[in-house]
């Protein structure tokens, strides 16, 4: 959740964004799976492809996020809940939960929506290994202007090498954390 925060931080900052925006994202960006709270463990867990029922309660968990966070007075949760409803959505519209378009789609979605993409593709998973940098990097250039906002992807290639520096700390510091548990 941290990387993701601090991936979607840092592309906004490259987007011009102001320094509160981009503070406030960071810990916005962190609660975007949150709404994962209300899917069963097998489904988040499981190994293999997913059904098409498992699929649709998986398309979720936006929705469900959302209304978890939804209704507070805190700038940081208000974005959160906006954060989570939407970044699932595609610039082309092919996204979910509302299948928003382009603009339509809120600023912070379409941060975290890359943000989001970078990480998971970046770690093991319980289906598969992770991608070589490379390939996540050519996989955002094909998707650049159909998954994902052409202005947050140039941002995003404005500061790859960042990025990675941010990956590779986050990840060296989480590796220490586990050791002195």
Same mark, same amino acid.
């Given at each position: 959740m941290q990387r993701v925060g601090a991936f979607a931080a840092m592309i906004a900052e490259a987007m011009g964004c102001p320094p509160e925006y981009c503070e406030i994202l960071y810990k916005a960006a962190q609660m975007h799976d949150i709404g994962k709270i209300g899917i069963h463990e097998s489904v988040l867990r499981k190994s293999g492809?997913?059904?098409?029922? #498992?699929? &649709?309660?998986?398309?979720?968990? *936006? =929705?469900?996020?959302?209304?978890?966070?939804?209704g507070s007075e805190a700038?940081?949760?208000?974005?959160?809940?906006?954060v989570s409803m939407a970044h699932h959505e595609h610039f082309s519209g092919a996204g979910y939960p509302q299948g928003l378009v382009g603009e339509l789609i809120p600023l912070s979605g379409r941060i975290v929506a890359l943000a989001d993409f970078f990480d998971t593709l970046?770690?093991?998973?319980?289906?598969?290994?992770?991608?070589?940098?490379?390939?996540?990097?050519?996989?955002?250039? #094909?998707? &650049?202007?159909?998954?994902?906002? *052409? =202005?947050?992807?140039?941002?995003?290639?404005?500061?790859?090498?960042?990025?990675?520096?941010?990956r590779e700390a986050i990840n060296a510091a989480e590796e220490v954390a586990d050791m002195t548990e």
């Open positions: 492809p997913l059904t098409s029922d #498992e699929w &649709r309660l998986m398309r979720e968990h *936006p =929705r469900i996020g959302a209304s978890i966070l939804a700038p940081v949760l208000q974005l959160a809940a906006e970046s770690i093991d998973r319980c289906y598969r290994k992770a991608h070589h940098d490379a390939q996540i990097l050519e996989m955002i250039r #094909e998707r &650049r202007g159909q998954q994902f906002d *052409p =202005r947050v992807v140039d941002a995003f290639f404005s500061i790859v090498d960042r990025l990675f520096q941010a």
